[in-house]
């Protein structure tokens, strides 16, 4: 049997998609890009921490980023559909080594200021935001129409599995020589990226949109979305997840660490990598199985345990609790995560995939911008209170999102619509 009919043949492997050459190159460099952004990302927060020790300017820190992320996303997807999704993939982590490489030797240097660092973390965040649309953009041109849930299920794997490792060395690399120091060592990440890219052979296909203006471009993947009911059902419940519950996440984790739960960055990092534990195990749970059955149920069981997961999280303050609650958010996250892009990969044309994955992943802009509201509204009633009341509403919304959104029950039926003409 060839290596092709052993990936689309009846008995296909658990694998398979790492059968295809340039999806083995694309994942391995997604390994590199998510474990450089976990190290910046804790980085980042110990740094405008020590700055400030200030709830609400962690939150601006997480307004810098989402704002980066929606500036620059859309415009991201609409380039990865006019073209070269390669080309653009390495410039985007060339871009991405320069700043950061600029911002650790500032912080090193003791020349970094509050502002000149938000400004460098937006732009970093911004140009960050656009490599993972790219990224998944590219997957259905490296692999066959059947093996994209299992390709999505390990990109996921490398992007979220990350935090399950990262976290650690991240901790320790700042408690010894600070959060530039973690930076600095964060560049390693992009060069080693950048080598593993330059070693893909697809060179992409030209693609109609190239010849409309950019602006129309976004327009166009905006107004698909609209008109879709599966499509914006998906976006509407990671929405509710981003805003509610993992904002928190991304912003107010490091006080709520070291004044909650008393713990060093170091300390902390160790509960992360719990957190990246249940990403790896949802992950490649999904990954293994011959394909991903009832990714409509699986993406609205993964959205319920969300939120009660991470408000178990907020109520407790023994270690072993905050540890099993981490470990099924992260899993509940990343399960509802893969289910999700899948659906969009296998419901959207490649012609507007690239937009539409950009508009996909703006959950995680509004889950950054969000925190800049959360930390406001810490700063008045105290942390604890903000942690519970946002993780209960996160909840409430969810199942009622669940409830009352007919398109999310009938997501399963979209999905094999549109998979079945191909098999």
């Known amino acids: 049997m060839t290596k092709s009919e052993g990936v689309t043949g009846r008995h296909r492997l658990p694998l398979r998609a790492l059968a295809h050459r340039d999806f083995r190159v694309l994942w391995l460099g997604m390994v590199f890009a998510s474990g450089t952004i976990a190290v910046q ?3 980042q927060i110990w740094l405008i921490y020590s700055l ?4 609400l300017l962690l939150g601006v820190l997480g307004l810098a980023r989402g704002a980066g ?8 997807g609409a380039l990865a559909d006019r073209m070269d999704r390669r080309s653009l993939l390495i410039t985007v982590e060339v ?4 700043v950061s490489a600029v911002l650790a030797a500032l912080t090193i240097g003791g020349w970094i200021e509050l502002w000149l660092a938000f400004l460098l973390i937006f732009v970093a965040s911004g140009v960050q935001s656009i490599e993972i649309p790219v990224r998944h953009a590219l997957i259905p041109d490296l692999v066959q129409r059947e093996d994209i849930p299992n390709a999505v299920a390990l990109t996921t794997a490398a992007q979220m599995g990350s935090f399950a490792f990262f976290p650690v060395i991240a901790g320790f690399v700042i408690d010894a020589i600070e959060p530039g120091g973690a930076y600095a060592v964060s560049t390693v990440g992009n060069v080693i990226g950048i080598g593993v890219l330059l070693t893909l052979s697809y060179r992409g296909r030209p693609r109609e949109a190239r010849q409309e203006p950019l602006l129309r471009n976004v327009r166009e993947g905006l107004t698909y979305a609209r008109k879709d009911p599966a499509i914006s059902s998906v976006i509407v419940i990671m929405f509710a997840m981003g805003g509610l519950g993992f904002a928190i996440y991304t912003s107010l984790i490091g006080k709520w660490a070291s004044e909650e739960l008393a713990l060093t960055p170091g300390e902390y990092g160790i509960l992360a990598c719990v957190w990246g534990v249940g990403t790896l195990i949802a992950a490649y749970s999904l990954a293994f199985m ?11 069981i993964g959205a319920l345990a969300f939120g ?5 999280f907020s109520l407790t303050r023994s270690l072993p609790v905050a540890g099993f609650a981490y470990l099924i958010n992260g899993a509940a996250w990343t399960a509802a995560g893969i289910c999700a892009t899948s659906i969009v990969q296998v419901i959207v044309p490649n012609e507007v995939r690239g937009r539409v994955m950009s508009l996909f992943s703006l959950h995680f802009a509004f889950a950054q911008m969000n925190g800049a509201t959360l930390g406001a509204v810490a700063a008045v009633v105290g942390l604890e209170t903000l942690m519970v009341g946002t993780t209960s509403l996160c909840t409430i919304v969810v199942v009622i999102l669940v409830l009352a959104v007919p398109n999310l029950r009938q997501l399963d039926r979209r999905v094999e619509a549109a998979v079945s003409p191909a098999t």
């Open 41 to 43: 990302y804790y980085a």
């Open 290 to 300: 011959s394909d991903l059955p009832h990714k409509g149920k699986v993406l609205m």
């Open 52 to 55: 400030t020790g200030s709830a």
């Open 95 to 98: 871009a991405t080594l320069t």
């Open 308 to 312: 009660p997961s991470l408000l178990l």
């Open 69 to 76: 992320m929606l500036l620059f996303a859309m415009f991201g």
